[in-house]
């Protein structure tokens, strides 16, 4: 696989199901050398689905609870990586229902003002994210997934939960329209 222009793959080390069963034996060093490991390539996915730094440090809290909590149930079915974000998207979930409930009560007013600076936010990208936010939603993420955290295509269809034949076909147009984009 290429590497697309501004993102690298940052898969530079597999992990290990030993390290989750050391988790799940209550080793506390395992835990720690995960959070070590992975929190920022966590974080980056929570962030991408959230485009909420605030939340996205709380979620990744969250997520490394649930992890600590899930361990001893881990039974070697997903890999690792896979099982890991999938609490990770669990946990997103939850912020998604929670953030909907609390805009039902919000006024007008605020949720103005929260869409005024995602807008800001989003206008100071570099001129990929305007390329980026040109693509459909589902395809952005199959970028990201296997681009960026390094998913294999089975793990990323996995976490998106379409078939692995549309994930390819999503990553061959976004690609291909990122690079027409960008010349």
Do not use: C
């Amino acid at each position: 696989m290429g590497e697309i222009r501004g993102f690298k793959n940052m898969a530079n080390s597999n992990l290990e199901p030993g390290l989750i069963n050391a988790i799940g034996r209550g080793e506390k060093k395992a835990l720690e050398k995960l959070y070590r490991d992975w929190q920022h390539k966590i974080f980056h996915y929570i962030i991408f689905k959230t485009s909420d730094p605030e939340a996205s440090q709380e979620i990744l809290q969250e997520t490394f609870l649930a992890i600590w909590k899930s361990a001893p149930s881990y039974r070697n079915e997903a890999a690792p990586l896979t099982w890991i974000f999938s609490l990770a998207k669990r946990k997103i979930s939850d912020f998604f229902r929670e953030k909907e409930k609390q805009q039902k009560i919000l006024s007008s007013s605020k949720e103005f003002f929260l869409a005024g600076e995602m807008e800001k936010l989003q206008e100071s990208y570099s001129d990929l994210f305007s390329s980026w936010k040109k693509l459909e939603p589902q395809a952005r993420e199959a970028l990201f997934l296997v681009y960026y955290m390094g998913f294999n295509y089975q793990e990323a269809a996995k976490q998106m939960e379409i078939p692995v034949g549309t994930l390819k076909s999503k990553l061959f147009y976004a690609k291909k329209k990122l690079k027409e984009d960008l010349d």
